[in-house]
């Protein structure tokens, strides 16, 4: 009663939830160069997630599951039936969700375990699993109405279907953790308790509820573990005023989502500059040929590392001038930070001692 409350006199004063004022990137979130001057490890179009068990470092791209070598080469392992919308490895055994509809566990005597509902309802959109000891597998489903391919549009409709979930690895049903996240993309057992990033909040949550990190200046997604405690969180879009402010607009929201092509939406993308008809802002125009870093990004890279206490203490960026935007995972394999940049199509490498540590 008293959020309703709240929420209704945030929209009629515009502040709190309603303001449309974006978090500053300083600090901890001070722009770099890091993820622009990274190592391409790899070109991987339509490269999504990452996963590694200490051993093997695999990658999905559309249907198929890479394994990476050791000098960087992509081979493929296997191809699926449905595109690979999330990934997770644990001694030999592989967790990949197909099209977001189904959950399946493959053996490494290649048997497989499937999983395609969460308390009745179907899955529709698994975007992150994490393994949360050797037999269980926990999961975030971002919207009930709207799959992976289709986040743009859960965000302009203001989507509120996002779930998490666990499962025994096996068993024919599964438990929910949460619902009615507004996004959930990215999940992470975190001592006693399972970490998720909602999205369209800008901020992660524990299951129950409890804001870890909140007002973060993009959208949060996937999640891994970082060496030394504390863990990477991506964001693989990143918040701007104008966005902000159409979220607002109803009427125009819906006009826009009836009437004009997705790719020329105003609205986040995990790539940008490809074509003279993407909506454009005033700050965001090239002068003598130069589009200024610090200009609004409709796309934009960014990684953060949070400590063991759950505070940013650093981050990696491809600015808005840069090439490597729309994050979607990161892993950390035999010392090195492997990053999928979903926007270039391209896997890279840095060097992860000294960032934030």
């Given at each position: ?9 945030d929209?009629?004063l ?12 300083d600090?901890?979130f001070?722009?770099n160069?890091?993820?622009?001057d990274?190592?391409v490890v ?15 470092l695999?990658?999905?791209?559309g ?8 000098d960087?080469?992509?081979v493929?392992?296997r ?7 999330a ?6 055994n592989?967790?990949?969700?197909l ?8 053996a ?5 375990a499937s999983?395609s509902t969460?308390?009745?309802r179907?899955?529709a959109?698994?975007n ?6 050797d ?5 975030s ?10 986040w743009?549009?859960d965000?302009?409709?203001?989507g ?8 025994s690895?096996?068993?024919p ?7 009615g996240?507004?996004y ?5 057992p975190?001592g ?12 992660v949550?524990q ?7 909140s007002?973060?200046?993009g959208y949060?997604?996937r999640?891994?573990p970082?060496?030394g405690g504390?863990w990477?969180?991506t964001?693989?879009v990143?918040?701007?005023q ?11 929201r ?5 009437e004009?092509d ?12 490809r ?7 005033g ?5 003598m040929?130069?589009l200024?870093?610090w ?10 590392r949070?400590d ?7 981050s990696?960026?491809?600015?808005v001038?840069?090439?490597?935007h729309?994050?979607t ?5 035999r010392?090195?930070?492997y990053?999928?940049?979903k926007?270039s199509?391209?896997?890279l ?9």
């Amino acid at each position: 009663m008293f959020d309703s409350l709240k929420a209704a006199t945030d929209r009629l004063l515009g502040r709190g939830s309603a303001a449309i004022t974006v978090p500053v990137m300083d600090g901890a979130f001070k722009p770099n160069r890091v993820l622009d001057d990274a190592r391409v490890v790899a070109e991987m179009p339509g490269i999504d997630d990452l996963a590694s068990d200490g051993d093997v470092l695999w990658a999905s791209a559309g249907p198929v599951l890479h394994r990476i070598g050791d000098d960087g080469k992509a081979v493929e392992a296997r191809r699926f039936d449905a595109e690979i919308t999330a990934l997770a490895v644990r001694r030999g055994n592989v967790a990949v969700a197909l099209g977001g509809r189904r959950i399946d566990v493959i053996a490494p005597d290649g048997s497989t375990a499937s999983l395609s509902t969460l308390v009745g309802r179907p899955l529709a959109c698994v975007n992150a699993l994490a393994y949360a000891g050797d037999d269980e597998l926990v999961f975030s489903d971002g919207s009930q109405r709207n799959g992976p391919e289709a986040w743009c549009r859960d965000l302009m409709e203001l989507g509120r279907g996002g779930r998490a979930g666990r499962w025994s690895i096996g068993m024919p049903m599964a438990a929910e953790l949460a619902h009615g996240l507004r996004y959930a993309y990215g999940i992470l057992p975190q001592g006693d308790g399972v970490l998720v990033s909602e999205s369209w909040r800008h901020r992660v949550v524990q299951t129950g509820g409890k804001p870890v990190l909140s007002e973060l200046p993009g959208y949060p997604s996937r999640m891994t573990p970082a060496s030394g405690g504390g863990w990477w969180l991506t964001c693989f879009v990143c918040r701007t005023q104008l966005v902000e402010f159409v979220l607002r607009e109803k009427a125009y929201r819906e006009r826009m989502l009836a009437e004009i092509d997705p790719r020329y939406w105003i609205a986040p993308a995990l790539a940008s500059g490809r074509s003279f008809l993407e909506p454009l802002q005033g700050a965001g125009v090239k002068q003598m040929g130069v589009l200024k870093p610090w200009a609004p990004p409709r796309s934009y890279g960014l990684v953060l590392r949070v400590d063991a206490q759950g505070q940013v203490a650093a981050s990696l960026h491809s600015q808005v001038d840069g090439r490597h935007h729309g994050i979607t995972a990161v892993a950390e394999h035999r010392g090195r930070l492997y990053v999928a940049s979903k926007g270039s199509g391209r896997l890279l490498v840095v060097d992860p001692k000294g960032v934030g540590a």
